[in-house]
């Protein structure tokens, strides 16, 4: 396979004009060759330069060896999506070269290393740079300990001096991704520097591709999604994380880690934040359950296979109303499935985890400044609900860097939700005569509940998964389950509106909508763009939180046409959709393409004018 | 008027709710040695959790400490929860209970995983050999070749399950008999004032599935094959005087070993039949090992240690509770955002 | 609470005229004293007299001592759903009596220990039955040790005595439950004399109700569906039974163990099934999944918090397409929730069961005729669909006595699907130029695997939850990955004309139609001539399987108004309905129930008159 | 032309598919000696199953044996599939991959199930104290107080898996390092020919996480540290003159010890500097007890056991495959269910 696609007909051939700020080119290499240096210098390096710019890597489930592909955008207009098709390509993996060169399109750029140009196929219509890696090495005369991951560091040269990227601009961004250190950021630049004299001395340009300095990023930054929401956890007051190594899902919890020290106690240096590596994904949702139920805030990350395993928990945290967290960056399944590869196919699963008639919160971020801002409020959330709130992001979002607005601080204080000290507790009781764990005395269907350590003897009370009355206390009676889950479907509805609601762009002259969550949000923005040069003119509703909101319904019925846009198999959110509202579903149509990447606007484009056109 | 503990309390207000168990079954009996233990020693249930798993044992912490906050979680699942509801607050004491079935079987992991974190916390097996509520299939401690009405024959050794909690790590591991009052109070008195998972290991007749003579997990078993290792006295930290006393006057050199506990708790172990240093990690496997293979029922204080960093120590977490802390320890401030912020720029 | 309901205003008195064969009564003790051998006892008698009959079983999760409640009900008319109210009640249960005798109607009849009836409430609109226990008792000279086991027999011999049915038959009946034993029985059957005669010598019968013989139960049985599902499974040819002790489904498996003799080797008299209890649910799924990749027919029995643990694997099995069947006997969730209630809340989660894009094929049993068909059938679906195979019964089917015909002994030969021996992979090779376990060379998405011990050097293959390409290797290609799910879906459209088609009953010119599953099949009979007394027809259609057979949606176009009737919270096949046919869901309204009782007529008459009427 | 063994193979044709895996990673080299026993002793590879779990180590039998049906399976869940494996088909041999993660953290319930239920497999866990595949997280086996360049130090003692299986109840418990390729193939072909679960824990270092030279599972450690226990020499069945030869020459009383497997194979152990007796349980956990507490690099045959029963013989089932049962025997007559139906009326 091959990370980018063959170009259509219509996108077949690159024109001769100049081309600046507005393609996008591909690095193949082999996993574990130590290209995501290189990769991350130039994606920096451009973002520097006040170019729009994405990266999406494509790796293998395999630490060394495996092809491996990084995609880099830049965009004049701004647009951030994956594209489905790339002018260029940094051939340096001999296992894809062939594929590599046939998708691309017609005037289009390989930059080979020289032992893979001698097993490359031969095309007329594309412009050839061989890096003669073997020589360039040889006089750069790196210690030959490092000498193999510093290799990759030929292509940026090469890069650099083709499309005229300022190499103290590289030089920069290359001490910035060293953490400052100079060493080793000069033997690196030093090779960089080696590659771009070869280029200028040796190599004609003979292709329109070029970055220019644009000021389109100023005052933004380039993050992944799990450090924001690893940020997000830390300035949401997060106290107890315990999980299980999965992929996508580990930067998070190592974002957290790296960000503990905000949160050390100033005087004695000790930490508000514990984090447990658990021995499986069981005993990490027990962990943040048990937490929750002693009245801190707690959170685990995980992915598809841990959120099935974690379902048992999912439904106690349900039914006995713990707080707590749970993040799924989502991969592709079912079953293991492709580890490496993203997808938003979890949500109907998560969105009914827990056999029984369970149903959870969800939120559904869409960018960094999301994973950030849900990544605290979820935190809250959880504790005004009294309930799990499951994030659900995926691995694009997750473990590619995204340009982002620097995070807002949170513009409100931390809520704790209905929690009753010693005096509140004896307050309650004499308000309403007596206090239950589950008495819903404010009609939201959240009762007010204690925590362990509350010195006050009737503060006490039994959590548990079985049948109980609002006193907490166990019970097989018909009328007392009836109530109990009808008091929690009511809080259902509660959170309903609390959660974060959709963003909608509507226009009342336009007759079709697009409804979307998630990562699908810049090839949207991208696509409608495109329609509307076609002449399709969209609205277009995020989905930001399940339940849906009520605002769901309400867009819907003012179309006559809406396309589901999802990453996944069974256009779940659709699915979702028509579980609510299968009165309204009649003009609704489901575009779901699970394929592992990130969606690009072309199939979207596509898919709506074969309906439209 | 009712005896009153230090605190004032009687020991009624040390109880639960009314055992729905079976009349007889050994688990009532540990619940009443915890309530004991509770108020003998003045304990302040607030300070305290009661955790279970699922099971006719995991039922009882219904039944004990009405005023502590309590967690019947899932089936094997306790050992986690209790670790997270510890992280979130280190003040809090938890005694959890859990089965044969809950903590061999389904609860294997964790209950590794969690002796090895070293979760400061009373961890009750109520061990009776079968699956009580369940209605008595085997269990994993369950005797070899043993026969059961529905069940037939069991055809697997059982685990022992002091001996898997040693060598996972544990610094504190007890057996005992639910039907020996004294041992049982004693042994939890010690644990509770252990600083380190502490294991019990507790026999408890199921009356209704598992009471059968021929047994080991029977009372009649208990009653008659019981061989205490030592017998156990615990000083609590202020009880200085006895402790002199004793030691001095009426014990010989080598018949009493003294255990120092961590908060000055002193467990002191008088010389029965057998010599048994609890202290010695090889000696406490090799006589669990040979108590397996000749079914000896050996009880007591089998291994202790001085225990290793708990979990809270290892995580290098605040002293205080960290569900309780003022939310302005929660989020970092503003310009700790830009700042992090501008190192993305 | 108690097990019945107080009457409604227009079923509030029992008229004086007599009553026959058609009441019900209800027996409270406390449980694990012993009663369920009386309540067998009666049911059998009432059965053998040739009285349609049936008992509901309401017991706590506990093993001693808490209330349980058992409902015998007789309908000469041959209704045998759980009847919402009862005109007796046998008081034996101190805890419970004032709930008990406050829930009869006018004119019911309460017959009750003498202990209990000293702290029984007063009416004086029922009739009041004495039984003098421990006199009687006194008089049997029962052993000790047998006492209070043999103390429930007094109520045996005063309803023999005051509602007509023969002793003789009645000695019988006990016989037979105590499967042949004389001593037992005997001694059984002094106290239940003793108990006769002195209703007989000292009580004025003053109350309407009566048995007599009639011949409606001829040539049938009574069985509980988790026997017959272990026959369906014994029939089956199970060879591999891996499961975890969890109430309601425990019995299914003890049925296995209990007639694991048919299938012993006739020479050896060793077993052909192995029936492993395993150290948990996940441990449980993976035996099954291991026995069914090894060839073997496998099966595992659980319930709600079993289904949750085997997410993962059950999602493996999907993916992998490993034939196994699992049992889910569904209780009532969400979490522990009422470990000995029913409920048929776990279908959605099921049907979706396991991270990703999943959807599992489910069979949907209402009788133990089809417990057993659908027992034995689930292993071959299973070899065909190369699938798991979910059957979902519940604890009402599951652990009460249902009449039944005898089961039908399977009209078709033992099918194992597409399996390749060495010689048919030879041949295979042959037609197709080679062999892979995902070509789907017959276009109906199943693939031909072979199994482990083919003696070819081709035969072997790879299994795993990863992605892979049609030879069974791994591959992260999005094509391979596309075509792959493609091709699970195209197997689900065959599993779904595969799977047990729905039953209806249809007349066109009703315009109104009930939708429903499993064991509501009694009470929605009961219903639908209840209704037609009160002017309002209907038709019928029982769904059987999932996916949903295309025959329910024609079905729901065929009526203008739809009811989809369940035992759960959500309405959860009315969701599913709802996914699959939103567009035609206008008309369709759903009636679900989650009380934890079996459903009773009464409700859905009512439900459906609230909107008809 | 290539050289063949008994069934005119190559050991090119033991082979799987290309391994994927670091070069120089340990897990190869196990991979490879698999490779080599099956082909030295000639195994019929269809009558082979291999098994895994999830890890780097669970990618290798995709590896090896290429003409045998593979199952890479769940993480931590390979015993559970092992078992339902050997149950469906008894006349298989199964060759099972684990890591340290797979086996020590999320398997370890069914890890200790396994053995005690006794399922007749080879059961290799490749241990690396890391979790490879996830990028170099600690396991349950990594050394305490280790560094780790993300993760920091590890706190926890390591959990010694050779140990955890004798307790469980294991009858072959063997420790190697990846290094020693000779005593590796030794150790596969005792574990092949036992009756019962074989654990082998094997030291494969991880080159890219954890082959620092200060932690105990890298190669150079390995190197320098291994103590071979005893060598060991593995005779097949039909090897008869051999044996005499030299239990009769060359060794003196005490200086070899021959474990008689069940399928006439003889394991002879020559000694070298340490007395151990590995068919001695209490001897086989001290000599374990000991290595950990001095950390000793003890390699071999650690414990052997005449086998208990198999899972398949306690269940009794018929000595074919199940799998393959004629349908005649898995369908009783009509009589039979007529009877049946008759004890319901
Ligand atoms: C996940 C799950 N599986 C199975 C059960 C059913 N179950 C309840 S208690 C129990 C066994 C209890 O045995 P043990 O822990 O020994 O407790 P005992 O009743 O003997 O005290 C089982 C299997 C359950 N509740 N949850
Ligand atoms: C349920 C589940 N949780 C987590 C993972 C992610 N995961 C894959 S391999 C692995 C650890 C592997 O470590 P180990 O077993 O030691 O194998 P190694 O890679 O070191 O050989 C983890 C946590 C997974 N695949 N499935
Ligand atoms: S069944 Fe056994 S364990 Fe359960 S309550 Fe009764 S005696 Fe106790
Ligand atoms: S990461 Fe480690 S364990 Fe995995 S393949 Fe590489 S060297 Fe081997
Ligand atoms: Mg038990
Ligand atoms: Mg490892």
Not at chain 1, 237 to 263: C, E, F, M, N, Q
Not at chain 1, 302 to 318: K, R, V
Not at chain 1, 322 to 331: A, G, L, N
Not at chain 2, 99 to 111: H, L, N, R
């Amino acid at each position: 396979m091959c990370a980018f696609q063959a170009p259509t007909s219509e996108q077949s051939s690159v024109s001769n004009e100049p081309v600046v700020n507005d393609f996008a080119f591909s690095v193949a290499t082999p996993n574990g060759s130590g290209s995501q240096t290189s990769n991350n210098v130039l994606v920096q390096t451009l973002f520097d330069m006040g170019i729009p710019v994405n990266g999406k890597n494509l790796f293998p489930s395999n630490i060394k060896g495996l092809p491996t592909w990084y995609t880099i955008r830049a965009s004049k207009d701004g647009y951030t999506a994956r594209r489905a098709t790339t002018e260029i390509v940094v051939a340096f993996n001999g296992a894809t070269v062939a594929e590599d060169v046939a998708a691309l399109p017609s005037g289009g750029v390989c930059i080979i290393r020289e032992d893979v140009a001698k097993i490359a196929p031969k095309r007329d219509d594309i412009t050839v740079y061989i890096v003669p890696v073997k020589d360039l090495m040889k006089e750069a005369e790196v210690p030959s300990a490092f000498a193999k991951r510093v290799e990759n560091m030929t292509y940026v040269g090469a890069v650099a001096q083709l499309f005229d990227i300022p190499l103290d601009m590289i030089e920069a961004s290359l001490l910035k991704n060293f953490g400052g250190k100079q060493k080793p950021a000069a033997m690196n630049f030093a090779v960089i520097q080696l590659a771009y004299d070869y280029f200028k001395d040796n190599i004609e340009k003979s292709d329109p591709f070029r970055f220019e300095k644009m000021d389109l990023t100023k005052g933004k930054i380039l993050i992944t999604g799990n450090e924001a929401g690893a940020l997000g956890a830390v300035f949401g007051g997060v106290h107890v994380v315990a999980w299980y190594p999965i992929t996508p899902s580990t930067s998070l919890v190592d974002g957290i880690i790296s960000y503990k020290h905000l949160r050390k106690d100033p005087e004695t240096g000790k930490s508000t934040i514990a984090v447990v590596q658990a021995e499986d994904e069981l005993a990490a949702a027990g962990m943040i359950i048990g937490a929750g139920f002693a009245g801190a805030r707690s959170l685990t990350a995980t992915s598809g296979p841990g959120i099935s395993l974690m379902a048992e928990f999912a439904g106690l945290a349900y039914f006995a109303e713990i707080p707590c967290v749970f993040w799924d960056i989502t991969r592709m399944g079912p079953s293991t499935g492709l580890p490496t590869r993203t997808s938003q196919g979890d949500i109907l699963f998560t969105h009914y985890l827990g056999h029984g008639d369970s149903r959870q919160f969800c939120l559904l971020p869409a960018s960094p400044e999301e994973a950030f801002e849900f990544g605290w409020r979820a935190h809250d959330l959880a504790e005004e609900l009294q309930a799990p709130i499951f994030v659900i992001s995926d691995l694009d979002l997750g473990m590619n860097n995204w340009m982002a607005d620097p995070f807002e601080y949170p513009d409100e204080p931390i809520k704790r939700g209905k929690v009753l000290n010693a005096e509140e507790l004896q307050q309650f009781i004499a308000d309403h005569g007596k206090w239950g764990r589950y008495m819903d005395v404010d009609g939201d269907g959240i009762g007010y509940r204690t925590i362990p350590g509350t010195d006050h003897p009737m503060a006490a009370y039994f959590t548990r998964g079985t049948g109980h009355d609002e006193m907490a206390v166990y019970s097989e009676d018909s009328d007392t389950w009836l109530d109990n889950m009808a008091r929690i479907k009511r809080k259902e509805e509660t959170g309903r509106k609390l959660l974060p609601q959709p963003i909608e762009d509507y226009d009342s002259s336009k007759s079709i909508g697009l409804i979307s969550f998630g990562t699908n949000e810049p090839a949207i923005i991208e696509a409608r763009d495109w329609l509307t040069s076609e002449g399709v003119e969209t609205n277009y509703l995020r989905v930001r939180s399940l339940p849906l909101a009520e605002s769901v319904l309400e867009f819907v019925k003012k179309h006559d046409r809406i396309y589901v846009i999802e990453n996944n198999f069974d256009g779940q959110l659709n699915q979702i959709m028509r579980i609510e509202y299968a009165e309204h579903m009649a003009n609704v149509k489901s575009l779901a393409l699970g394929d592992g990447l990130p969606m690009a606007a072309r199939w979207i484009v596509n898919s709506i004018l074969e309906h439209e056109g | 008027m009712a005896r009153e503990n230090a605190l004032g309390l009687s020991r009624n207000d040390y109880k639960g709710r009314k055992s729905t168990l079976c009349p007889g079954c050994g688990h009532d009996s540990i619940s009443n040695q915890i309530i004991s233990t509770a108020y003998d020693l003045g304990l302040e249930q607030h300070k305290l959790i009661k955790l279970s798993g699922i099971g006719c044992s995991s039922k009882t912490p219904a039944y004990f400490l009405g005023r502590s906050h309590g967690f019947n979680a899932l089936h094997g699942r306790m050992p986690s929860v209790a670790t997270g509801a510890l992280l979130g607050n280190r003040e809090l004491k938890a005694v959890a209970v859990s089965g044969d079935g809950d903590t061999g079987s389904i609860g294997m992991g964790q209950f590794k995983h969690v002796i090895r974190r070293n979760v400061p916390f009373v961890y009750i097996i109520e061990n009776n050999g079968v699956y009580g509520l369940t209605k008595g299939q085997f269990s994993a401690t369950a005797d070899e070749g043993q026969e059961l009405k529905y069940y037939g024959r069991n055809d697997l050794p059982p685990i022992d399950l002091a001996l898997e909690a040693i060598i996972a790590g544990a610094t504190f591991v007890a057996r005992s008999f639910s039907g020996d009052a004294k041992q049982v109070q004693s042994l939890l008195q010690a644990a509770i004032a252990h600083k380190g998972t502490a294991i019990l290991d507790i026999i408890s007749p199921c009356v209704t599935f598992n009471n059968n003579d021929a047994s080991t997990k029977s009372y009649s078993y208990g009653k008659e094959h019981e061989i205490p290792l030592h017998e156990i006295q615990v000083l609590a930290p202020d009880y200085v005087e006895g402790k002199e006393e004793i030691t001095v006057g009426d014990y010989e050199e080598g018949e009493i070993i003294e255990v120092d506990m961590h908060d000055g708790t002193v467990v002191r172990l008088k010389k029965l039949d057998r010599d048994h240093d609890p202290r010695n990690r090889l000696q406490a496997i090799s006589v669990l090992e040979q108590a397996q293979r000749e079914e000896l029922f050996l009880t007591g204080l089998v291994y202790y240690e001085e225990p290793r960093p708990t979990v809270q120590e290892n995580e290098n977490i605040v002293s205080e509770a960290l569900a309780t802390l003022p939310s302005s320890a929660l989020r970092p401030s503003a310009d700790q955002l830009a700042e992090v912020m501008a190192s993305f720029q």
